[in-house]
């Protein structure tokens, strides 16, 4: 009789994870009740809400050996962590620019849930036979889907930053920009670099220095607007950046070079202003 209510009372527990899980599910395309933060907060508290899931899904794999008693603990915090991140999705829903991303990762979060179920049912099989061979496959099994459409969301999630995505493509690009100035600088500065083939005037190069600067200007003006538009506006706006800037790196390196080789101080100087325009 003890074994029975036991057993009883484990069932009850699975099926209230369960159905809190199928209402986390029904409720993620749901208007949230404020919204507080940017898309890339959302963004961040999606990825830790993900690692919490795929935690736990880990963990439950671990417990099937070790501990399955244990399993019903796992599975909770299974269950909070996805409801976390229905909560996490709803506000992200309502600040992400691209319908068809939305519509994407609202698909993904539901599906996630799906497999989440099928985790907690696993658990729960196996803690009432953790014997069971075929159980303890079944849970693993579950938890490699769980780990698979954890993937899917974080994929979507970062399909609706692409702004962001070139932003920190920019700089990785502005940055090695720099380390080529400074390497060049380095060659100048020590005297073993000399043009033999001076490609134009400095004059000439000037005029474009100064002409590609104009549209610096103007690329960082817009940089600096489109942050309060769409994603796909930052990545436009950031990729042609890039562009000008290279171009700009590009045409103070030549006018370096068509300066006299005596000319030392003022090849320094055009190089470090490139630098701290790229820095900037």
Request: glycine share 4%; hydrophobic share 40%; charged share 20%.
């Amino acid at each position: 009789a003890v074994s029975e209510l036991t057993q009883t009372l484990e069932n009850g527990i699975i099926t209230a994870m369960v159905d809190e899980i199928r209402k986390a599910m029904a409720r993620v395309q749901e208007l949230p009740g404020g919204v507080s933060k940017t898309f890339v907060c959302y963004q961040t508290d999606t990825f830790t809400n993900c690692k919490a899931i795929t935690k736990n899904a880990q963990e439950m794999v671990v417990m099937a050996s070790a501990l399955p008693q244990e399993l019903p603990t796992y599975s909770r915090e299974l269950t909070n962590a996805y409801s976390q991140l229905v909560d996490t999705t709803q506000c992200t829903l309502a600040t992400i620019d691209s319908q068809n991303i939305a519509a994407c990762l609202s698909q993904n979060v539901q599906a996630l849930g799906e497999v989440c179920i099928e985790l907690v049912y696993s658990g729960g099989t196996l803690q009432t036979s953790p014997d069971d061979q075929g159980a303890r496959r079944e849970l693993t099994d579950s938890a490699k889907s769980v780990t698979d459409k954890v993937s899917h969301v974080l994929a979507t999630i970062q399909a609706g930053a692409v702004g962001i995505q070139a932003c920190n493509s920019a700089i990785t690009t502005i940055m090695s920009l720099v380390c080529d100035l400074d390497t060049i600088a380095m060659f100048y500065s020590s005297g073993a670099l000399h043009s033999e083939e001076k490609l134009g005037t400095f004059a000439e190069h000037c005029v474009n220095i100064l002409e590609t600067a104009k549209v610096l200007v103007d690329d960082t003006k817009k940089l600096v607007s489109s942050t309060a538009g769409t994603q796909e506006q930052l990545a436009e706006v950031a990729i042609q950046a890039v562009k000008t800037i290279t171009a700009e790196a590009e045409h103070v390196k030549l006018g370096a070079s068509s300066l006299a080789t005596e000319d030392m101080e003022g090849q320094l100087l055009l190089l470090q202003a490139a630098k701290d325009v790229a820095n900037a």
